[in-house]
């Protein structure tokens, strides 16, 4: 009788693989321990809140090390143990790296940014909410079901609303987070129309049921899947600020405290593209024809329109370094979305897909970096514009040397033989999927973005229009620096490091 | 020559292509104690004479050491995996085409290292001269000597796409930052214009290497163009081609050049014309002749068209601005006269045959050592009258430099006919063996149409000596006025500076051999394909 029922238990409950989960949970379960520690600690000892969090990262990062001798799976369907809902495979393993060492460094970011507002910033919710936000967007890469799939974009979005508006009072701020929660949820509302549409003609929500399924779908059902692919695809192409869903960046860039810009700039562009992924090259790949060209077109006018607006740019105008590292953003943004149509056009689908990996690994630490230097000169030049930047050379040569040549990575010139190397394999994707036409729209794309990067590190050199007056910079600022810029160079020495994933299959 | 061991010349290859980009960084370093110098000025300029220095002595030390012999094989060869998801091995080596290529280099960025600390060291006695720090002057000289080295000594499709892209920016800031008026538009120009074509260059090496399923030039060499179809030849040559047509600059895609010229400082402009301009010509020798030689076919017979059309057409421009009453730059004549001599460079490459190659490749060196000079003349020109424009300087009757500055005055005399081709000189040969090479094309190439080719180039020759003629009447000759001031004559650091030049444009032209011993073999192993 006591076997029986033990059966039965084990055929309805499931066991957790806690070990492979452990990177999300132990995000969010810091967050939730600093959301009630902010109870309890003096204002005094608020930093410490900080800390804790910068450690609560850090040790989600290192807990991907264990993960990494083989793919594991749980939440499994007790009938089939082959269709889970979380799977921590290289894909997952490699974006949840990117994901909570992008946090990490904007966390470093923060400590900064709070300390200077000087308690005019919530500091308990403000980790909570960052936290809450990286928890998600690290789940969001693992999940393998829609359902998942929407919970994670959720979580990982809705405390970024609330972060972007988090400066009581700052009718910008809050203008920029209103702004950017109604064109999100409004993305979400169409993107889960999407997702029951394909719901409605597969009858199952997991990703490698659907891929198989929908080959199957009823000729009466075919437009009803169609439509629903689609509308899928509106809710991550929002994320990722695809033209013509990135009217939100910059105005909640510019808004938004530096530190949750960048984050956004990273992390949620990381959420946006792997959701784009999963549900295009895992879920749809019968489907290629419908979101290949799709994707193709909005690839080539989103690095058009965002290096135009970048372009457009004046450099004396409040704002304008935030402004236009928003705009470049959506440009890059562009460029990662050329793998994943060429996915469409490949043989082998995996081969692009780690060709955005490895760009989007690489346009991680030197965004971070580029903002991490912003960061730095907002300290002393609050409206942070780009002609702020004059002369920074003479005022610290290291840090301009440093945001030198992560503006060129990001240009993908040498020296930033890295960022050149990225763009090389987004290239080598679109001309191995016979994407010609593409790879040349991004080849002027290329040129137009070198003049305004070209044109801010020039400013980086020149004479400065008053004596240089020196700082001191703190300690987590000069972290992230560095830590960027380790990063960045050491990349440019052994590119291997992140073109491995455009070589191997991650799935 | 003399046996050296082949690992000593593999390192040595390998410095001198690592050794300046360690130099540049160096140089932005605060100087150790000991090396201090006068002042900081002073031990920064030292120290890029002595990374330039110690590099020209790796490369002299490497000509030495190669096999003469064997100037088809490479040599000094090192080829390490770097990036193997992208299939990028770090494959240097040289043979008898790159190695002149290497020395041009390194003698003449040792040159102008050597002729900006002499310059600094005079100029510090006299007042006022405050220019931006030398500190990026060194360093920026020393990465564009990395990049130029790297393009002539890499044997790998994407490592050449990186050495080519990494002289932009040095370059960019060369002009901008030390150039004179304009320099800010020029240097804009110069970069998108080139960057514009090295992207779509970048699209046709991708497409060669993604069809051929590897980068390794000895490689895809040795293949000759057997496994890759003829479309697919023709649309990668179109694109590598306009790529390095951009950087040689073939008309009508010069319009870079003369802005170019104009706003660069006198060592900007003379490794611009010396040096850079000789990667768009050298990757169509090392990359177009042997990996696509199906596309290059096809497109010959424009090239030839358009680098004739750039002869007659910079010719023109030079009579023009050499005119009285034109307000003619020195300096942008010369550009000018860039691409006229390019044009002979690019003839030579379309005719297809080992002569007008190697013509081409003789050319090449020859214009770099020439037009280097020409630009040290106009730059010591510059700093004695201050001026370049040629009405100011000639005024009614002529600038008079033969009575005012007698050395400097013969000096460019001696520059302006070795650049119009006076046999015995460096220029004769290379145009001289181009318009042979277009009297007999290769055998898939028409005829008649090289032969138009031919006899409209030579007319070009002509308009050449005519305006290089003009020039020299207008400013070295002339009544000397009673009460002009002299000018200061030739220096003893500016004829240490030219010296070499002068003798080398003397010695290629008594005894071209000495460098068609080196190309020949090797251009004769590229066009029949492979390497032994």
Redesign the interface.
């Known amino acids: 009788m006591s076997s029986l029922a033990q059966s039965a238990a084990q055929s309805v409950v499931q066991s957790v693989d806690w070990v492979a989960i452990a990177p999300p949970t132990i995000a969010a379960v810091v967050g939730l321990l600093v959301l009630v520690a902010d109870l309890f600690v003096d204002d005094s000892k608020k930093v410490l809140l900080g800390w804790v969090s910068v450690t609560g990262l850090a040790a989600s990062t290192l807990a991907l090390l264990p993960l990494l001798d083989g793919d594991r799976s749980t939440f499994c369907l007790t009938g089939d143990a082959n269709v889970c809902s979380y799977t921590a495979d290289r894909f997952a393993l490699v974006i949840q790296f990117l994901v909570l060492g992008g946090a990490l460094l904007a966390a470093l970011l923060s400590m900064t940014a709070l300390k200077d507002a000087k308690r005019e910033l919530p500091e308990g919710e403000f980790w909570f909410l960052l936290l809450s936000s990286a928890a998600g967007a690290a789940l969001l890469p693992a999940s393998r079901d829609l359902a998942t799939l929407i919970v994670a974009l959720e979580v990982a979005s809705l405390p970024a609303f609330a972060l972007v508006g988090i400066r009581h009072g700052d009718k910008r701020s809050s203008e920029a987070a209103l702004k950017f929660f109604l064109s999100s949820v409004t993305a979400t509302a169409v993107s889960l129309m999407g997702i029951s549409f394909v719901y409605a003609s597969t009858g199952t929500l997991y990703l490698t049921e659907i891929a198989d399924s929908i080959r199957q779908v009823d000729g009466q059902f075919h437009t009803l899947a169609q439509a629903g692919v689609v509308l899928t695809l509106i809710g991550f192409a929002f994320k990722t600020a695809a033209v013509p869903f990135h009217f939100w960046v910059p105005d909640t860039y510019v808004g938004a405290p530096l530190p949750v810009a960048a984050y956004l700039s990273v992390v949620g562009k990381a959420v946006g593209f792997s959701g784009l992924i999963l549900v295009t090259v895992v879920a749809l790949p019968s489907y290629a024809d419908v979101w290949g060209p799709a994707l193709a077109v909005l690839a080539a006018l989103t690095m058009t329109i965002g290096n135009v607006g970048a372009l457009r740019q004046q450099s004396t105008r409040a704002y304008s370094a935030v402004r236009l590292l928003a705009w470049s953003s959506v440009g890059q943004a562009g460029y990662l979305l050329v793998p994943i149509a060429a996915a469409a056009y490949s043989d082998d689908a995996q081969k692009a897909i780690g060709s955005t990996v ?1 760009y989007a690994l690489m346009y991680a630490a030197v965004n971070l970096g580029a903002f991490a230097v912003a960061a730095l000169v907002a300290r002393t030049q609050p409206l942070n514009r780009v002609s702020d930047y004059r002369g920074l050379y003479a005022a610290s ?1 290291v840090t301009a ?1 440093l945001l030198g040549f992560f503006l ?1 990575c990001l240009a993908g ?3 930033g ?1 890295i960022g ?2 990225a763009k ?2 987004v ?2 994707a679109a ?2 999927a016979g994407l ?1 036409w593409l ?2 729209v991004m ?2 794309n ?2 137009i973005a ?2 305004y990067y ?1 044109q801010w590190t ?1 400013l980086l ?1 020149r ?1 400065p229009e008053r004596e240089p007056e020196k700082h001191r910079v703190p300690a987590p600022l000069t972290a992230a620096i560095a830590l960027t810029g380790v990063l960045g160079i050491a990349l440019s020495g052994a ?2 490091l992140v ?5 191997a299959g991650l799935f | 020559m003399i046996d050296i061991n082949e690992s000593v010349m593999q390192f040595l290859l390998a410095f001198v292509v690592v050794g300046p980009l360690l130099g540049a960084v160096a140089a932005l370093l605060p100087a150790p104690p000991g090396l201090k110098g006068k002042s900081p000025e002073q031990a920064v300029l030292r120290h890029g004479v002595t990374v330039t220095g110690a590099v020209l002595i790796a490369v002299i030390v490497l000509a030495v050491g190669f096999d003469h012999d064997h100037p088809s094989k490479m040599q000094a060869s090192t080829d390490i995996s770097w990036i193997p998801a992208l299939g990028v091995r770090i494959h240097l080596g040289i043979d008898g085409i790159s190695l002149p290529l290497l020395v041009l280099t390194a003698l003449l960025t040792f040159l102008c290292a050597l002729y900006s600390y002499f310059k600094q060291q005079h100029q510090r006695l006299a007042p006022g001269a405050a220019g931006p720090s030398p500190k990026a002057f060194v360093s920026l000289l020393l990465l564009l000597e990395s990049g130029t080295l790297a393009t002539f000594a890499v044997l790998d499709l994407l490592l050449f796409f990186l050495a080519f892209e990494m002289v932009l920016i040095p370059m960019y800031f060369l002009i901008a930052r030390w150039g004179g008026e304009q320099r800010t538009r020029a240097a804009w120009k110069f970069i998108l214009y080139t960057l514009l074509g090295s992207v779509v260059m970048l699209l046709g090496l991708l497409l060669i290497g993604i069809k051929a399923g590897t980068f390794d030039m000895v490689a895809l060499a040795t293949d000759n163009g057997r496994s890759l179809t003829t479309s697919v030849q023709v649309i990668a040559a179109l694109a590598v081609g306009i790529g390095l047509a951009v950087k040689t600059p073939m008309w009508p895609l010069h319009s870079w050049l003369p802005d170019a010229h104009t706003a660069a400082p006198t060592v900007g402009s003379v490794l611009l014309a010396g040096v850079l301009l000789k990667m768009g010509t050298y990757g169509f020798v090392r990359i177009l002749l042997p990996v696509t030689p199906e596309g290059l076919t096809t497109f010959a017979p424009y090239l030839a068209a358009f680098a004739v059309v750039g002869i007659i057409y910079g010719s023109l421009a030079c009579l023009a601005l050499a005119r009285r009453g034109a307000k003619g730059d020195l300096k942008r004549l010369i550009a000018y006269s860039s691409v006229g001599h390019m044009g002979f460079v690019l003839l030579g490459i379309a005719t297809m045959t080992p002569t007008g190659v190697n013509g081409a490749l003789f050319a090449n060196i020859a214009h770099g050592l020439i037009t280097g000079l020409l630009f040290f003349l106009v730059g010591a020109l510059k700093d004695r009258t201050g001026t370049t424009d040629l009405d100011t300087l000639a005024q009614e009757t002529g600038a008079a430099l033969y009575g005012k500055a007698p050395r400097l005055g013969g000096l460019l005399a001696f520059g302006a006919v070795a650049s119009l081709g006076l046999p015995g000189l460096a220029g004769f040969w290379g145009e001289m063996l181009a318009l042979f090479g277009a009297f007999r094309p290769a055998d898939d190439l028409n005829r008649p149409a090289f032969l138009t080719f031919m006899a409209i180039a030579a007319f070009g020759t002509l308009l050449t000596a005519a305006y290089l003629l003009v020039v020299v009447r207008r400013v070295c000759m002339g009544a000397v006025p009673q009460e002009s001031p002299k000018l200061t004559d030739v220096q003893t650091y500016e004829f240490a500076a030219w010296t070499p030049l002068v003798a080398l444009t003397v010695l290629a032209g008594l005894w071209p051999a000495a460098l068609l011993g080196l190309t020949d073999p090797a251009v004769q192993q590229l066009l029949a394909g492979g390497t032994r």
């Open positions: 490895a040569p040397l060129l010139l040498p020296p033989i050149l190397f090389v394999t290239f080598s001309v191995d010609g790879a040349v080849a002027v290329v040129v070198l003049f070209l020039a050199f004479a590119p291997q073109l491995r994933f455009s070589d």
